[in-house]
């Protein structure tokens, strides 16, 4: 009983250990960073990656992904976007998905990328949810379902998605997936002409609202 006790105690030690360090390595990375030094930045935010610090692993493929600090690298993006989403971040969901819509340091697969918008969705990040609709409402990779591109739009309008906004209330007015339904069309519209949507403008203007 003894000796069980001690391998949890060590067991329990070198858990917080590695949390602590990977923390540790993390806001140094962001002090680096704050202070323009991306390079001593990269170095942290790669140790507390390693270690399974999913913020780490998503702002280390941020900055491979965009070229921060010099070292532009989509391949090495796409492997720490992997690793946070399979950790279940949703905005590395996300990423990831479109990723693998684009063919961006993987493999270009259309269906590997619906399946992680769905995760995103699910988990309620409103980009991977407009981007779910627009899959479903086009049925290129999916076969088409107006409902279920409605469903999705409704979801990322709900958190405020301007593009979402402007295509669900289109959707009332053409009758695509949705009962018509102009007043709840015009509200959805300038909702999205609000925060600058064009197209929402446009069609505001041609209703005469």
């Known amino acids: 009983m003894k000796g069980l006790r001690l391998i949890f105690l060590a067991s329990l030690l070198l858990f917080v250990n590695t949390a602590c360090t990977r923390y540790v390595d993390y806001y140094q990375g962001i002090k680096a960073f704050s202070n323009r030094d991306y390079k001593n930045a990269e ?3 790669k ?13 280390l493929a941020n900055m491979y992904f965009v070229g921060i600090g010099g070292r532009q690298d989509n391949n090495e993006a796409a492997k720490w976007f992997r690793k946070a989403a399979d950790s279940g971040h949703a905005e590395a969901q996300t990423t990831l998905g479109v990723l693998y819509s684009a063919g ?6 259309g269906r590997e990328a619906v399946g992680w918008l769905q995760k ?12 779910l609709g627009t899959t479903y409402l086009r049925g290129a990779v999916v076969p088409k379902d107006e409902k279920e591109a409605a469903k999705w739009f409704r979801k990322a309008a709900d958190q405020g998605n301007a593009a979402s906004q402007a295509v669900l209330g289109s959707m009332y007015l053409a009758v695509s997936g949705v009962p ?11 909702k999205a002409a609000e925060k600058g949507n064009t ?3 446009e069609t505001l203007q041609k209703l005469g609202k």
């Open 43 to 45: 170095i942290h935010f």
């Open 47 to 59: 140790r507390a990656a390693e270690k399974g610090y999913v913020k780490a692993q998503f702002t």
């Open 104 to 109: 961006i340091g993987v493999p270009k697969d």
């Open 120 to 131: 995103a969705a699910l988990q309620g990040d409103g980009r991977a949810q407009h981007m």
């Open 180 to 190: 018509r339904d102009e007043n709840e069309a015009v509200k959805l519209l300038r």
């Open 199 to 201: 197209y929402a403008k």
